[in-house]
Every structure is written in C-alpha cells, then in structure tokens.
C-alpha cells in the first residue's frame, strides 16, 4: 500500500505531534524563512592549519570552536591519542562499574593534583556528570536550588533528583540576596545543593561565588559549580573559577570539562575521596554507560601537563592579547558588546532574523561565527557570539574586526551601545513575558 493512502501508524502520529510543540515551531520556522542564512546543523567538510574549516565549499576562520587554548591541534595531544589507541584500542567495551583502564585512574589522580581537590570521577561528558552527579548527591529530604540561568545539562539533572523525591527550586540569576530567599521558603530540608555555572556561557559573566558559599554554608547549603567553560582558561594554570574566588573548596563541589579548553573528551567532578566513592554508587551515568575512550585518557594527562607548566601562562597571553584586540576593536565600532573572563566575546544583534543574516554576512567574508538565537538566548536578543582560540593568527582577529565594520556600513540593523531605542526596560519585560509565554507552551 502506498505510503500516503494507509492509516498514520502512532509513530507517523508521533511526529506529527511533536511538530506542534512550540519551540519545534520556532525553530522549523527560523529554518524555513531564512533557509541561506540559517547556518545551523552544519557539515564541517574538511580543516586545515589552524583555524580553518570548509563549510558547503568555502574555507572559513572558524570563531566557533570551544578549543580555547588550540589544544586539539597540538601535536603532543595528537601523539597522545595514537599511542593510546595502539595500547588500548578503540574502547574499553565496559561500563567503569566493571573495569577502568589504568590511563582512567591516572587522569583522575592527575587532575586532583592540578587543581588541588582530593580526588576527582570523570564522566564521559559534563551532561552526564551533572545528569549522574546532582541526582546522586541528593535524596528524598534535600533540595536542589539553581541560578534560572543554570546550564540546561544541570537543570535536567535537577529534574532526576526530582523525579527520585528531592525538591527543586530556582533563585534569580546570581542573586545571594534571592538564594536566601530561596532557602528560606524551602525549610524544612535537610540539605540544599545549590548549582550554578562557574562562568555563564552566554553572558560571559562569572558566578559571585563567595557570597553564594557564605549564604549557603549558613543554611546548610553545599556549592555545585559547573565551571565547564572556566576549566582550563581561567585562574591560575587554568584551574578555574573556584579556586580564585574562594581560596579553597570547602563546602564546594566542582564540576569540569575536559572537551573545551582541554580539547579531550569527558567531564569529571572533584571532591573528597569519600564522596568520590558514593558517587561511584550512587551515579546512573556513571554505573549504566559506558566511559571515555581509554586513548583520550591519556591525552588528558598530557594537557594536565601543558597546564602545570609555564607554557600555560603563554597560551593564555596569546588568547588573552586576541580576546582585547578584537573587543577593542567591536568596542570602537559602538557595538554592544559582552564578554569579559572567558574567551567568548558576544555581540548583541537582537531581532532573529538580522542576527542571522549577519552570521551570514560575516560567513561570506570568510569568518564563521555563531548566530545564538532563542531559546539559547531571550527571544529578540540574538547574539553573534564569537569564541577566540589561541590559535587563531593576529591576521584573523584582524580580518574578523574589518568584516564587522563592512557589517556596520551594511543594511543589517546592528543594535550600538551609544543608541539604547529599543533595548530600555520595556523591551526587556517584554522579552521575559515571551519566554515566560512561550517556555511553558
Ligand atoms: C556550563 C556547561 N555545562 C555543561 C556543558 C555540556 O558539556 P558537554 O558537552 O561535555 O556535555 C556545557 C557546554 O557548553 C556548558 O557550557
């Protein structure tokens, strides 16, 4: 029988469902009005030298990789990876609850003595840690309370430990005023895993980690930072957000990625050896998946290595000399630009539609950047955002800046910092009254 002339079978009906849902609408209408200009779900078809990737036929300088030191090109991470994989092979073809391989129980040791943690478990992503580590740590009498503007991977993790008892509230984005608040309306529990990020991704701002801990230490809350994009690119020897803010990890958990900055794979978490050992227990992720491949395990230890030493202090110059050459530069063509500690510099475009057109216009011009639209970002608050990689050559840094300048002389409306119209209070309510809306839908 021909395909359209028989009954839907539920799963054609599933489908069909599931093109109602609202965000599914959002984004299949995005897609369909600018088809040219999406520049979503690419294919990266070839890469050469450093920075370059080739994208339906064109090579462009690729601004969007999260390999913030340009460890994935680096001969002795490569090296790494191949004798690796001569030893081990390509997997280690069980969950960790069974066998590690040795290289698992080296990087985990190694990491703990680089950032200066009793132990650390690595997980084969930071989704899983925080999909196995937030439901592991808490129980039917505990809460879990997240800044709203918590990674997406620890609010899923948030729902499991709802889901297995414990309660889940949020508190207004890097607020110690509201998770008092929070906390105060929770009582009674018994304990409260406060998470944040280290370093928000979007805005690029950091958490106020000490006042957070203090709060939560008075109230028997325990600090969960998620410093994904803080590990290896903030601190000292990149050792992230934490250490610099606190001075210790008292009452502090840690959460790290090791596929950014690291240009590996896997995320871990560092605490004491005794926690270490229930998480082992008492993580989904951790007992029912399988791990990071063993040759990445030994890629690891080589960046802990790159990290301990003093070519950290020069990697990180490097980034930190293009991230102040190209704001310097978007700053003086008036754009309102964010950013600030991590190597992610966003620019504000606002309406969904210029902001990808002018990811298009920069594309054209040879320079792939991202086009963050919501829900990533507030709905009429797309952002290019532009993440710099230490290396990534002057001549390219230099080249992105001229590209936005031809943006600015272009049709596309560029949002300046010195022309607020549009962008005051009003516009915000309005945008937060959309999410509101549409979130929920
Ligand atoms: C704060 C944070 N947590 C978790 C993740 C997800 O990391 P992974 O790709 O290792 O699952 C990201 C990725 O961007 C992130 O920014």
Redesign the pocket.
Known sequence: MAASSRKPLPVDRLAAALKANTLVRILEDFEQRFPDAHLKDLVVDDVRGEREILVAGRWVTNFGS?SFLGLDRDPRVLAAIRSGVSRWGSHNGTSRAFSSVQSNAIAEDRLAAWLGVESTLIY???????HGAIPGLVGRKDVVVMDEL?????QEGAKLAQAAGARLATFPHNSPEGLEDALRKLRPYRLALICV?????MGGDLARLAELRQVGAARDGVLYV????GTGVIGSHGRGTVLDALGDYDNTLI?G????AFSC???FIGCSATLKKLLKIRSNTYIFGGPVVPAYLDAICEVVSILESTEYDRLRGRLTAHIERLTRELEALDLVVSGGAAPIVSVLIGDEADTLRAGRFLFDRGYYVQSVLFPAVPYHGGVLRIQCNANHSEDAIDGLASAFRALCSSKIQIPRRSDRRGWGAAALEKVAAYCAEKLVG
């Open positions: 999260d084969p992503s930071v989704t899983l840690t925080n918590a990674h997406n991977s620890m990020d280290g370093v928000y991704s998620d410093d994904a994009h959460v990625s090791l596929s950014k794979a896997g995320g």
